[in-house]
C-alpha cells in the first residue's frame, strides 16, 4: 500500500520507491504540507511547525484575518487561494456572482483509491494508487479535488485539482493551477530548459532571488521557448549528487510553472494552465480539471531525477503498445529531398538502403494536394495525382518488396490560404472576424477547438490510413498560434481558447491513435517545438528538433534527456556539410550520437558512397545490439558539450549486466590533454569486458576500475593520425563474472 491516513494525528504519507510525501490537515481543517524527499517514517511532524512565529495563521485564520496580519501566508500549502491573506503565488482563483473572489478550502472527506480515475479529456499516468482529498469552500458549495497518485516502483508523485461547482450559481475560474507545493529552503537554484527552433534542449541553472522566477508558453504549443519542466536544485547538488526534485506538467499548451522564495524560509512552487489569457466559465454542476503535475524526487543529483522520470514515463506514461518494443529505425525523405518527392526520386533511396536493416520508409511532407512547397494544399490530405499518379500503393508495394514498411507524413492540425480546404471552410482556420490572421510558414491553424473541424480531420487522415498500408504517422505542427479566438465560442468564452485547443489536439490524438492500433506515431513540431509529456502519452517518440548536426545534437539530446528517456527522443543521421549548421562532422559521429534515440537516417542514399552504405549497415547492427539500452536503460550523462570540450554518456542496462559509453571530443587540439571519461552505474564487484571495436581494444576491469580509474579517450586515430574535429569514441560493455 502506497498511502496511509493515521485518523488520530490527521496525517496522510504517501510512499513511493524512494520517496515520501507527507501532509497533514491541521486545526484550521487546512491540507498543510511537510515534507516531500528521500522516504522517511509514518512520523508526526507537527514539532516542524512555527507556533511562535508573530504570524502563525493557525491561531489567527479563524478569526479576522487582515495584510501585514495573521493569514493563510504561512501556511505550507497543498492547495493555496487568494483572498484570505495569502500573498504568495496561489493555484487557485474563482470569480463568483457577487464579484467576490474570496474562498477558503478546508478538508471534508477523502478517498483511497486502488483503480487511478481517468483525466477527463486529458492525457494522465497509468497505474498505482491514487489519493483523492475533497475540500469544501467555506463560504459556498464549491468543492475542491485534489489528487494525488503513487508508485511502489516510482520515485514521482502525479498530482492534479479538480474544481467542482456544487452550487446553483456560475463561476469563473481565473486561475486554476495544477499544484502547489512548498518546499524547505530558501536558497535552492532552479533548473530549466530554454528552447529555440534548431537549438532546443539548452539547460539553465539560476539561482533563486526572492520573488518569482516564471518560465511560460503563451503560444498554445508548449516547448517553443521553454519546456513544461523545472526542478528544483540544492546549491551543492551535481549531476550525480544532492537532492533534485522535478516538476513536468503533462500538457501542450500556454503554461506556467513558478518557483517563488518567500520570506519564511520556504520555496513554493506552483503552476500549470498559463491564467495569462485565461478564465473558464465553470457552470452550476460542472467540474474542471487541471492537467497532471508529475513530481519527482531523488538526492542523486539531476541525473538521478532524470532516471526516475523515465523509469515512471516508461511505464506509466508512455503508450504502452509501443513502449517496450523495437521502434522504426527509418530513412526519412525530408533532408533527402524536402519538397521534391516523386517516385523517381523515392526509389533509389529505397533501393539503396536495401538491405542494411533500415526496417521503416518515411515518406515526408509533400505528398498530398497541391503541396509541391509550402505555400500551398495543407489541409488537402488526399494524394496529390500529379506526384504520385497511380496513388501511393506502388511506392507503398516497393517499400514492403524492400523488406521495409511505410511511414507517411501529416500536419493535422494546419492549413495553407491556398487550399481546397481553405477555399471551402476559411472559418476553420483561427482568426478574428474582420482582421487579417497572422500567416506564418504561410499556414493557418485549424480550430481545433471545433467539434465539426476535428470530425473533418479525423476523416480526412483516417481515409488516408484506411486505404493505404501504412504503419507509421509522422504528425508535425509547424507553428505557433495566434490571435487565439473561435468562431465557435461566445464572446465571454473566448479566453477558454487555449485550453480549449489542447483538448480539441488530445481528442483528435485519442480518435487517430486508437483508432489505428498498430500505427506508430511520432510527434514532432518544426523540430522540438511541442515535446512534452502529454504529446509522449499519445506518440512513443518525438522529433527532438530540426537541426541534426551532430555537435548541436549532443546538446539538443542531453537537455532533452534531463527529463525525457532516449526512447522518447528521436534522432536522424544526416548528410554533411549539415543543412542546419554547414558543420562537417565524422560519419561515424552522425550515428554514434543520433543512436543515443529512437534513430533513423534521413539523407539522400543515392548520394552517398558506397563505403558509407555499408557503414550504415555495420551501423543498424550496433544499434540494434544497443536498442534495449535505449529503450529501458540507466542513462548517466558524464561530460557536456555546454561546458567542456566533450560529451559523454553512459547507458546500462538495469541489471548491470552490460552497458554502452559514447564519448565525443568536439574540437581536436594539437598536443592535447590526456582525457579520462568515468562511467557509471556500473556494479562495482562485478568484472566487465571493456571493448573499443575501432582501437581494437579489449580490457577486463572491475566495474570499481572502470568508474574510478576511468577510461581514456584516444588522442589519435586507430592508424595513428590526428582524429580530426567531432571524433567518437565508443565502449562496450559486457558482465564477465
Ligand atoms: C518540420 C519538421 O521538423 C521536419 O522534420 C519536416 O517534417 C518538415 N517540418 C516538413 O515540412
Not at 486529458?122 to 497505474?127: D, E, F, T
Not at 496529390?384 to 500503393?393: I, Q
Not at 483561427?430 to 487579417?436: C, D, H
Not at 571495436?693 to 589519435?716: D, F, H, Q, T
Amino acid at each position: 500500500m502506497a498511502i496511509y491516513f493515521n485518523p488520530e494525528t490527521k496525517f496522510f504519507y504517501l510512499e513511493g520507491k524512494n520517496i515520501s510525501y507527507v501532509f497533514g490537515i491541521n486545526r484550521t481543517g487546512f491540507p498543510e504540507h511537510y515534507y516531500f524527499g528521500t522516504r522517511i517514517g509514518r512520523d508526526d511532524l507537527t514539532y516542524t511547525y512555527e507556533a511562535n512565529i508573530g504570524d502563525s495563521g493557525e491561531a489567527a485564520i479563524p478569526g479576522k484575518v487582515h495584510a501585514g496580519g495573521l493569514s493563510y501566508n504561512v501556511y505550507r500549502s497543498e492547495v493555496s487561494f487568494y483572498g484570505n491573506g495569502e500573498f504568495r503565488e496561489c493555484s487557485l482563483q474563482l470569480l463568483q456572482k457577487n464579484g467576490s473572489r474570496l474562498n477558503e478550502f478546508l478538508y471534508e472527506t477523502h478517498e483511497i483509491l486502488a483503480e487511478k480515475p481517468a483525466l477527463a479529456g486529458m492525457p494522465s499516468m497509468r497505474g498505482g494508487e491514487t489519493l483523492k482529498l475533497t475540500l469544501k469552500d467555506k463560504f459556498s458549495e464549491m468543492r475542491v479535488h485534489l489528487f494525488y497518485t503513487v508508485y511502489d516502483d516510482a520515485s514521482v508523485i502525479a498530482r492534479h485539482m479538480e474544481i467542482e461547482s456544487c452550487t446553483d450559481e456560475d463561476v469563473k475560474i481565473l486561475r486554476a493551477y495544477s499544484f502547489t507545493l512548498d518546499v524547505v529552503g530558501s536558497d535552492h537554484d532552479l533548473l530549466t530548459i530554454e528552447n529555440a527552433w534548431a537549438r532546443e534542449g539548452k539547460p539553465e541553472r539560476t539561482p533563486l532571488p526572492h520573488g518569482i522566477v516564471c518560465v511560460d508558453e503563451k503560444s498554445a504549443s508548449s516547448t517553443r521557448r521553454h519546456s513544461p519542466a523545472m526542478a528544483l536544485i540544492s546549491k551543492n547538488t551535481t549531476e550525480d549528487f544532492g537532492p533534485a526534485l522535478g516538476v513536468n506538467l503533462i500538457y501542450s499548451a500556454s503554461y506556467a510553472l513558478k518557483a517563488e522564495v518567500g520570506t519564511k524560509g520556504y520555496t513554493r512552487l506552483t503552476g500549470g494552465i498559463n491564467d495569462f489569457d485565461f478564465t473558464w466559465e465553470l457552470s452550476a454542476g460542472e467540474t474542471f480539471a487541471t492537467p497532471e503535475v508529475v513530481l519527482a524526487y531523488s538526492n542523486e543529483g539531476i541525473g538521478g531525477m532524470s532516471r526516475e522520470y523515465h523509469d515512471a514515463y516508461r511505464k506509466y506514461l508512455i503508450n504502452e503498445r509501443f513502449a517496450n518494443i523495437p521502434h522504426p529505425l527509418v530513412i526519412n525523405s525530408w533532408e533527402a529531398v524536402y519538397f521534391g518527392c516523386t517516385p523517381e526520386r523515392l526509389l533509389p533511396i529505397i533501393d539503396a538502403v536495401r538491405g542494411t536493416g533500415i526496417d521503416t520508409f518515411v515518406l515526408d511532407d509533400g505528398w498530398f494536394g497541391a503541396r509541391r512547397n509550402d505555400k500551398a494544399g495543407l489541409g488537402d490530405w488526399t494524394v496529390s495525382p500529379e506526384v504520385f499518379p497511380d496513388g501511393l500503393t506502388p511506392v507503398i508495394d516497393y517499400v514492403h518488396d524492400a523488406g521495409m514498411k511505410f511511414g507517411i507524413w501529416f500536419e493535422p492540425e494546419m492549413v495553407n490560404p491556398d487550399s481546397d480546404l481553405y477555399r471551402a471552410h476559411p472559418d476553420w482556420a483561427i482568426s478574428v472576424p474582420g482582421t487579417e490572421p497572422c500567416v506564418s510558414r504561410r499556414q493557418l491553424v485549424l480550430d481545433i477547438t471545433r467539434e465539426d473541424v476535428r470530425d473533418y480531420i479525423v476523416e480526412a487522415v483516417s481515409k488516408i490510413l484506411r486505404e493505404n498500408e501504412i504503419d507509421y504517422v509522422k504528425w508535425d505542427f509547424n507553428r505557433a498560434i495566434t490571435e487565439n479566438f473561435s468562431r465557435a465560442l461566445p464572446a465571454g468564452k473566448q479566453q477558454e481558447f487555449h485550453h480549449r485547443y489542447a483538448l480539441g489536439l488530445y481528442d483528435l490524438c485519442e480518435r487517430l491513435v486508437n483508432g489505428f492500433p498498430h500505427i506508430f506515431f511520432e510527434g514532432c513540431a518544426g523540430g522540438g517545438g511541442r515535446f512534452d509529456p502529454a504529446i509522449l502519452y499519445y506518440f512513443p517518440q518525438i522529433w527532438a528538433s530540426d537541426d541534426t548536426d551532430a555537435y548541436m545534437r549532443t546538446q539538443i539530446q542531453y537537455g532533452t534527456s534531463l527529463f525525457y528517456p532516449l526512447s522518447a527522443i528521436s534522432c536522424h543521421t544526416s548528410i554533411c556539410p549539415n543543412h542546419q549548421t554547414e558543420r562537417t562532422t565524422p560519419f561515424s559521429t552522425r550515428a554514434n550520437i543520433a543512436h543515443l534515440g529512437a534513430t533513423g537516417y534521413e539523407l539522400d542514399t543515392t548520394k552517398i558512397t558506397p563505403e558509407e552504405l555499408d557503414e550504415i549497415k555495420l551501423q543498424v547492427a550496433e544499434y540494434r545490439e544497443m536498442e534495449d539500452l535505449v529503450l529501458h536503460g540507466d542513462l548517466y550523462r558524464m561530460e557536456n558539450t555546454f561546458d567542456s570540450n566533450y560529451f559523454a554518456v553512459t547507458v546500462v542496462s538495469k541489471d548491470k549486466a552490460k552497458a554502452k559509453v559514447t564519448a565525443m571530443r568536439a574540437l581536436c587540439r594539437p598536443n592535447d590533454e590526456h582525457k579520462r571519461i568515468f562511467p557509471r552505474g556500473l556494479d562495482v564487484n562485478a568484472v566487465y569486458e571493456v571493448v573499443n571495436k575501432e582501437y581494437e581494444l579489449c580490457l577486463r576491469l572491475s566495474g570499481a576500475s572502470i568508474m574510478n580509474v576511468g577510461l581514456v579517450l584516444p588522442l589519435k586515430t586507430a592508424g595513428g593520425k590526428m582524429p580530426g574535429d567531432f571524433k567518437t569514441f565508443v565502449f562496450d560493455i559486457k558482465k564477465v563474472y
